[in-house]
């Protein structure tokens, strides 16, 4: 089996340093934006500013992301950091979303907030 890690090659310049992020970046980018599709999902299924934030469901992500990052040979700290930092960002982007939506007509206000 292939570790991500292992398909790192070994740079010797800062241009291919900087090549190799650009090609990642051109792949993590779209995930990215298909990830916060599913956020506005999100906030209209929840349809509720208190449920926006879900403790547990955080705890499942990052436990689920340091497996992943051991099994890639990747730091599992640094990618809980991340995961964290984007959730983060995230929660806030469902918050907007919600408001949007609900500015819009496009989902109910609930009585709950």
């Keep these: ?11 010797t310049t800062m241009t291919e340093v900087r090549q190799g ?3 990642l970046d051109d ?3 779209p995930l990215l934006v298909q990830r916060s599709g599913f956020m506005t999902q999100a906030a209209r299924v929840k349809n509720d500013a208190q449920l926006v934030r879900d403790e547990a469901r955080i705890q499942a992500v990052v436990d ?3 497996e992943r990052a051991v099994a890639e040979g990747g730091d599992p700290a640094l990618i809980e950091q991340l995961y964290r930092g984007m959730m983060e960002l995230f929660i806030a982007y469902e918050h ?6 609900r500015a819009e007509g496009l989902a109910p206000k609930s009585g709950q907030e």
């Design 96 to 101: 907007q979303e919600l408001a949007r939506q």
């Design 27 to 29: 792949i993590l980018v």
């Design 1 to 11: 089996m292939s570790r991500a890690i292992d398909k790192v090659p070994h740079c």
């Design 21 to 23: 992020v650009n090609a």
């Design 64 to 66: 689920r992301v340091r």
